[in-house]
């Protein structure tokens, strides 16, 4: 028989020497030309992951980018822990995302960063030193003394041959290998104004451009340098993420006394460590011992600490900020809550949008075309009667304005900085396609337990039938949902009298229904008034009416009194919420928005209806199963409405992935964190409408920026060709575009 195929795996490849979208372009077209290979490329982060069969080793991978012209390496996973070595997964996970996000996405060396060569700064700095003197001798004819145009070019030289370099390497190195980009149209344009200056010297003219070389070329060095200062604080976001973790911890004695101080990456899933007032708690973890209030601000945007004790969740990366802790820890390394968020944000950070797959496209064919039009440019001044020299000039003033950087930086400046900023208050998107969409919607439908309230269950009432009592009805039910992992089997097993409960054989669970199993020799069930009538169940007619009368959810528990015979419901158990203390305030606010709310959930009409007259929602749909919300999205979505669905549960899950935007709340359950696009920290409904104000923000910053992008090179190339702007207005005017993008995406720095 033959073996399975073997699962493609994700590779991050740090990228050095990509400046514009058409560099973009290029490596995604080497990349996916190795077979089976998928590719994502993003300028911003420079870096491309890439999904690869599992026969194609990293050197082809590798070999493929150096083929573009670009160098790679990959980026390498953290190395996970000996069981007698406590290895270096948590110090090892830092280091290495850090290492893709800092110090690729934001170094201040040139094109190449070849440690030993000038910084960019530096060259910078020469450039305009030396291009100041050429500027005013050029532009200020009494400062014209005898060989002025020799002195012109003695400066001059070293700062396009120099100062430039990063372009010239660049664009050599590309047209080595059959391409042309944004640094092929800077050299071009630099240095065909300085071989025609030295040509118009050597002849004994005097209508020289050195300050179009000159001073073009420290524009576009100082555009290059801000962009890149700019890039590094739009990765801040994700570098403060991951500076949260601690260093060391402090391990706990039997006593729970201090023990030994170790690096947090020898901590061991079942480790118990000490944290001090004022400490960071170093890894995930249940406190055993002690009461502190957590400040977790950095990672769920709450300003108010939460008091914790014995037997509460911890995160690590939060702040004890009084008592001492003593924590057993339940997840190290790259399963710490912490990691995973860095990763949806990397991720995030690292994918396209359909803008920006629009505008790779756009560029990949866009310098070539700019190259024609020079070349046009100067037949067309020559061909109408102009001398070459004004053709030439405005041939170089098309080269240069026309360098698509600002296009490439467009929109993944503002998904780098929108997404990062989200994390921060403890929104947490799965890729730029989920912001597009968030942006879209029109439609939210909200699941009520433990979204709309707050999914602390309690049991409130029994209401037995005739000939059973309340305690015995309890001890059945809570046997049954002792293996269930709802707010409501919880609330019950919490009310059962301590030892009371028996053990259940065969249990099962079904999803939106309820639950079944064997106790004490009885098949047993406990649900919903809709799943005691799916099992043919007899509801006897004072629990059908004490259901009718409720306003909290109904839990229906029964038996069979022998082996074989269909199931009696024997008791009601009246289970109540309480509403989150901002649920009404965010769905006034999704309202603002101008979204439509829906309440949707498998509780009974009135309990469903009495949550939603608390909050103000008028639409709500009750009493449906997993299938059924799954059914109701999608009757959404055949009016032509754009839905997101909010939720938390294994109940939801289906909902959530069928939505057009599933929102998964802080505190649900992981089947549905992976259906959701986005995931809510933090446990507020308040979360939901801030993921859609964010989302609608970056699409505004981006929108913005594809306008200028475009506007800016459709404006300015023609004027540029008809004469109307110099080589350096042109070269300033690219240099601002670049920076402009950069700049108005840094916007979103201060999202609220």
């Known amino acids: 028989m033959s073996a399975a195929p073997a699962e493609p795996r994700d590779v991050v490849l740090d990228i050095r020497g990509m400046t514009c979208a058409s560099c973009v372009a290029r490596v995604e077209k080497r990349l996916r030309h190795v077979p089976g290979v998928e590719a994502s490329v993003n300028l911003a982060t420079e870096s491309a992951r890439v999904r690869a069969p599992e026969p194609v080793a990293d050197d082809a991978l590798v070999a493929a980018v150096r083929a573009a012209g670009y160098d790679a390496q990959v980026r390498r996973p953290a190395p996970d822990p000996s069981p007698g070595a406590h290895g270096d997964v948590h110090g090892g996970a830092h280091e290495d995302v850090r290492g893709g996000a800092e110090a690729h996405g934001g170094h201040e060396h040139d094109v190449e960063d070849v440690p030993g060569r000038a910084t960019l700064r530096t060259r910078f700095v020469v450039s305009a030193i030396l291009s100041v003197p050429v500027l005013a001798v050029s532009m200020i004819m009494p400062l014209h003394f005898p060989g002025w145009q020799w002195v012109m070019l003695a400066l001059t030289l070293p700062v396009v041959v120099w100062g430039g370099a990063p372009f010239h390497r660049a664009t050599v190195r590309n047209a080595l290998h059959g391409a042309m980009t944004m640094d092929t149209l800077i050299s071009l344009g630099t240095i065909a104004a300085l071989l025609w200056s030295v040509w118009v010297t050597i002849a004994g003219g005097s209508h020289v451009y050195y300050e179009v070389a000159a001073v073009v070329t420290a524009f576009l060095l100082l555009g290059r340098l801000i962009e890149q200062r700019s890039k590094r604080t739009a990765g801040a976001a994700l570098r403060a993420l991951l500076e949260l973790g601690a260093r060391d911890a402090v391990l706990a004695d039997d006593e729970g006394r201090d023990s030994a101080t170790v690096p947090v990456e020898h901590l061991r899933e079942g480790d118990r460590f000490v944290v001090r007032p004022g400490g960071t708690i170093a890894t995930d973890g249940v406190v055993e011992d002690g009461e502190a209030a957590v400040d977790a601000s950095m990672l769920t945007g709450e300003p108010v600490p939460v008091a914790v004790g014995p037997g509460d969740a911890v995160t690590g990366g939060t702040i004890a900020t009084d008592g001492r802790l003593v924590v057993r820890a339940t997840a190290v390394g790259a399963d710490t809550r912490l990691a995973r968020i860095a990763s949806l944000v990397e991720d995030a950070q690292a994918g396209k949008s359909r803008l920006q797959r629009l505008a790779d496209r756009i560029s990949g064919v866009f310098v070539p075309i700019v190259i024609a039009l020079a070349v046009g440019t100067v037949v067309a001044w020559v061909a109408t009667g102009h001398t070459l020299e004004q053709g030439f000039v405005a041939a170089v003033a098309v080269l240069i304005i026309a360098c698509p950087c600002a296009l490439g930086l467009a929109t993944p400046v503002a998904i780098l900085v929108g997404t990062g900023r989200g994390a921060q208050h403890g929104i947490l998107v799965t890729g730029p396609e989920a912001i597009e969409t968030a942006g879209r919607i029109d439609t939210v439908v909200l699941d009520k337990t433990g979204t709309v309230t707050s999914g602390s269950m309690s ?15 309890l001890r059945v039910a809570a046997a049954l949902e002792a293996g269930s992992e709802h707010p409501i089997a919880r609330a019950v097993v919490a009310a059962a009298p301590a030892g009371a409960v028996p053990r259940t054989a065969s249990f099962r669970t079904h999803p939106g229904g309820g639950v079944t199993g064997v106790v004490e020799g009885r098949e047993a069930f406990a649900g919903s008034v809709a799943f005691a009538g799916e099992r043919g169940a007899r509801v006897p007619a004072e629990l059908q009416a004490a259901a009718r009368a409720a306003d909290t959810t109904v839990v229906l528990v029964g038996w069979a009194s022998a082996p074989g015979m ?28 101008g979204l439509d709310v829906v309440l949707l959930t498998g509780d009974a009409e009135r309990a469903a209806r009495a949550v939603a007259e608390a909050v103000g929602i008028d639409t709500v749909v009750a009493g449906v199963s997993p299938e059924g919300k799954v059914a109701e999205v999608r009757r959404l979505q055949a009016e032509g409405r754009r839905v997101a669905m909010v939720g938390d549960g294994i109940n939801d899950a289906a909902a959530l992935a069928a939505a057009d935007l599933g929102i998964a709340m802080g505190g649900g359950t992981d089947a549905a964190m992976h259906a959701s696009d986005v995931a809510l920290v933090r446990e507020s409904l308040g979360a939901a409408s801030d993921a859609v104000r964010l989302s609608r923000r970056v699409l505004g910053i981006i929108r913005g920026n594809l306008f200028w992008a475009f506007g800016y090179n459709i404006a300015a190339i023609p004027l540029a060709a008809l004469g109307m702007l110099t080589p350096m207005i042109a070269g300033a005017a690219m240099a601002f575009s670049s920076v402009f993008v950069v700049l108005n995406s840094l916007r979103l720095r201060s999202f609220r």
Do not use: H, K, Q
């Not at 419901?569 to 606010?589: F, K, N, P, Q, Y």
């Open 459 to 473: 049991l409130r009432e029994v209401v037995p039938a005739a000939g059973v009592t309340a305690e015995e009805a």
């Open 566 to 593: 269909t199931a009696t419901a024997r008791a009601a158990l009246l289970v109540g919420d309480t509403v989150r203390e901002d649920s009404a305030r965010a769905i006034t606010e999704l309202r603002r928005l």
